[in-house]
DNA sequence: GTCCATGATTGCAT
DNA sequence: ATGCAATCATGGAC
C-alpha cells in the first residue's frame, strides 16, 4: 500500500480535466482553495447518485482529477481512522486460542503438523514405548498405525493447503475490490489491514476445525491400535518362566530391586514397568490364593533346586536381588530369624538364599515340610510394616493343600 | 458365548 | 517413588 488514498496515485493538481475548468473559477489564478470550492465538490458528490450512469460516471472521473481530491480524500481517510477504527482496533488484540495452541502441540506432538521426516513413526515409538509392551509381534500393527497416521497427516496437509490457498484468493481478491472501491470511497490501509485480519481470522477458525478432527481421528487410531489393554499380549513363555523363577526363588522377599528389574526386563524382552507389573499382579494373587499357586511353586522350586545342584549358579536363572535393605524396607528389619538372608557378606539373598528357598519348596512340595518346624526355618519375619507378606507367603509352602490357605490368608492380608 | 488367566491401569497409602 | 488392592480389558481354552 502506497500513502493514503490506497490504489491512487497522487494527482497533481495542475492536471485537472478541461470538463471542471468551469466548476472552479479560481483554479487558474493559483489562490488557495476556499471554502465554496470544497461546498461545490460535496454538493457534486452529494448528488452524483441522482444522475444518469454516464453522467455519473463522467463527474467521478472529473473529480477524481480534481485538484483538491488528494487534501480532501486524506482528510476524509484520516477521520474515518479516528472515529470507527480506533474504537474497534483496541478490541482486535486478541490473545493467541489456548485451545488451538492444544491442538497444535497435539499434532505436533504425534507426528501429524510440523516436519514429516520420522515424525510419524518416532511418535508411533513413543507412543508404543508409553503403552509399554514393546513386544515384536505387534511390530506389525505399528507399521500399520504408521501407515494409517501418515494417511492422516496426508490428508492434513493437503487440507491445510487447501485452505491457506483459498484464503490467500480470497484475500486478493477483496484487496483488490477494496482498491477498486478506494477510488470512490476512502479507504486506508489500515482498514484494509482489517479487513485482510477478519478473513484470516475467519479462515483460522475453519482450519481449527480441521486440527480438530484431525485430533481425534489421531486419537481413534491410537485407542485402536495402541492402547495396550485393548492390545494385550500375553508375555512368552520363556519371559513367565524366567519371572516365575526369580519370584518363586525370592518367595521370602519377592521385591527385586532397579538393577534386578532391569535384568530381568532384558531376559524377558519386555520392559522394567512390565516387570513391575508383573511382580505386583503375581504378589497380590499369590498371596490372594497360595493355594492355587503351590503346584507352580513347587515346579519352580524344584527347577532352581536342580540348578543349583548341579552348580549353575542361580544368579543365572535369578537376577541380583534386592538390595541388602529391602526394597519393602521391611523384610530384613527382623533379619535375625532369617538366618540365611542375613548372612553377612551376602548382599541380601542371593546365591545361597535362592538355593534355601528353593529347598524349601522343594520339600514343600512333598508336604513333608510339617517336620521342619517352619516357623523357625523358613518363616523369617513378622510383618508388621508391609501388611504382612510372609504371613501370607511363607507358611503356605508347608500348609497342606487341603487346608484351603488361600481365603485364611488372604483375609490377614485384607 | 462363557469363564478363567493375565497384563495394565487407577486410586490410595506409605 | 513404590507397593497394594481393586478393577478393567483382552486372550485363549472350552
Redesign the pocket.
Known sequence: MQGRGVGLPGHPPHQGPPGLQGMNPHQDNGEPPRKQDIGDILQQIMTITDQSLDEAQAKKHALNCHRMKPALFSVLCEIKEKTGLSIRSNQEEEPVDPQLMRLDNMLLAEGVAGPEKGGGSAAAAAAAAA???VSPDNSIEHSDYRNKLSQIRQIYHSELEKYEQACNEFTTHVMNLLREQSRTRPISPKEIERMVGIIHRKFSSIQMQLKQSTCEAVMILRSRFL?????????SKQA?EVLNEYFYSHLSNP?PS?EAKEELAKKCGITVS?V???F??K???Y?KNIG?FQEEANIYAVKTAVSVTQGTHSGANSPTTPTSAG??GSFNLSGSNDMFLGMPGLNGDSYQASQVEALRHSMGAGAYGEGMVPSQMYSPREMR???G?QEAATPSSVTSPTEGPGSVHSDT??
Open positions: 503403552s509399554g509392551g492402547d495396550a489393554r485393548r492390545k494385550r499380549r500375553n508375555f513367565t521385591y532397579e512390565q513391575s507389573n508383573w505386583g499382579n504378589r497380590i494373587r498371596k492355587k526394597s519393602g510394616a508391609n501388611g507378606w492380608s485384607n
